[in-house]
């Protein structure tokens, strides 16, 4: 069973930044597309972020120019790297592969607030 570990998160006034790291279970050498998504409270879950095999990106609207995903293959890691954050970019955010198709991990909380 494929397992992700996310790390990272915390609690951090608007318009600072941090990094979260998705640990995988899986060579990422044999997937294709991995990506964050987050769900805010009372919110359903959504893609934030997707990078391909081949490094091309996707990124929603409200995080473009801010969020910068990326991928280690050799250690089968995920990073997204968050800056000039938001009250609205709060929430659990999680990694998986884009389609989701595995068991969703724990998730890391990032909560933005003065």
């Known amino acids: 069973q494929v397992q992700f570990v996310e790390s990272g998160g915390g609690l951090v006034q608007p318009g600072g930044s941090l990094r979260l790291s998705c640990a995988a279970s899986?060579?990422?050498?044999?997937?294709?597309?991995m990506a964050w998504y987050r769900q805010a409270p009372g919110k359903q879950r959504e893609l934030v972020a997707l990078?391909?095999?081949?490094?091309?990106?996707y990124y929603v609207d409200s995080v473009k120019g801010r969020f910068t995903i990326s991928r280690d293959n050799a250690e089968n890691m995920v990073s997204l790297q968050m800056n000039s954050l938001k009250p609205e970019d709060t929430a659990v955010y999680y990694c998986?592969?884009?389609?989701?198709?595995?068991?969703w991990g724990q998730g890391t909380q990032v909560t933005v607030s003065s």
């Open positions: 990078i391909t095999s081949r490094a091309g990106t």
């Open positions: 998986n592969r884009a389609p989701a198709r595995d068991s």
């Open positions: 899986i060579s990422l050498f044999s997937v294709d597309t």
